[in-house]
């Protein structure tokens, strides 16, 4: 059974930096894509960042600039480097592998909070 485990989130104050890790357990093969989408209070989950499998990435207009997504293959593991953090980056952020088959797999999230 796969699971998403993330790390690294924590409250740090506005133009600080934060490192968030989603690392997979257990096997998982065929991945398409990895993502980190963030959930902010009263609000509806939105992808941060993305990257697909041939080392595309794409990010959300309000984070470019300021955050790096990146993956380490032989770990199955997957960061988000933020930078530059404002506090309407405020929120659970949670990672997501999807496979080609249209598999999908969710973390249970890491609270980032960004006070200004």
């Known amino acids: 059974q796969v699971q998403l485990v993330e790390s690294g989130g924590g409250l740090v104050q506005a133009g600080g930096s934060l490192r968030l890790s989603c690392a997979a357990s257990g096997i998982i093969f065929s991945i398409n894509a990895m993502g980190w989408y963030r959930q902010a209070p009263g609000k509806q989950r939105e992808l941060v960042a993305r990257?697909?499998?041939?080392?595309?990435?794409n990010y959300a207009d309000s984070v470019k600039g300021r955050f790096t997504i990146s993956r380490d293959n032989a770990k199955i593991t997957m960061y988000l480097q933020m930078n530059s953090l404002k506090p309407e980056d405020t929120g659970v952020y949670y990672c997501?592998?999807?496979?080609?088959?249209?598999?999908?797999?969710w973390g249970k999230g890491t609270l980032v909070t960004v006070s200004s």
């Open positions: 997501n592998f999807e496979q080609y088959s249209g598999m999908d797999y």
């Open positions: 990257i697909i499998s041939g080392g595309s990435t």
